[in-house]
């Protein structure tokens, strides 16, 4: 079992910027994969960024829509990812969802709403 606790989300003016972050329970080194998600009213949930690959070194992918604005961190020693978000746009206002992927089963957070006014 795999526990998330998110943190960061909130209200931002497009342009600016926002961090989430993500502690997972136990070592992230146990895990095949790392991330967020999100999910925009009456849209299905998607991928944001990930770092998969974790035991061998890790590999970050990032959504077209967000390459070049987002950036994904990880910290070994906090069992911490975390998603800084800049030149946010209105577009990108969602619910995020942390996940972790352990032994092939997906965990996810609670989730954070992140809401960019224009």
């Known amino acids: 079992q795999v526990q998330l606790v998110e943190s960061g989300g909130g209200l931002v003016q497009a342009g600016g910027s926002l961090r989430l972050s993500c502690a997972a329970s136990?070592?992230?080194?146990?895990?095949?994969?790392m991330g967020w998600y999100r999910q925009a009213p009456g849209k299905q949930r998607e991928l944001v960024a990930r770092?998969?690959?974790?035991?061998?070194?890790?590999?970050?992918n990032y959504a077209d829509s967000v390459k070049g604005r987002f950036t994904l961190f990880r910290d070994n020693a906090k069992s911490t990812v975390s998603l800084q978000m800049n030149s946010l746009k209105p577009e990108d206002t969602a619910v995020y969802y942390c996940?972790?992927?352990?032994?092939?089963?997906?965990?996810w957070g609670q989730g954070t709403q992140v809401t960019v006014s224009s």
């Open positions: 996940n972790a992927v352990r032994f092939w089963v997906d965990y």
């Open positions: 770092i998969t690959r974790i035991t061998s070194g890790g590999i970050t």
């Open positions: 136990g070592s992230i080194g146990s895990l095949n994969a």
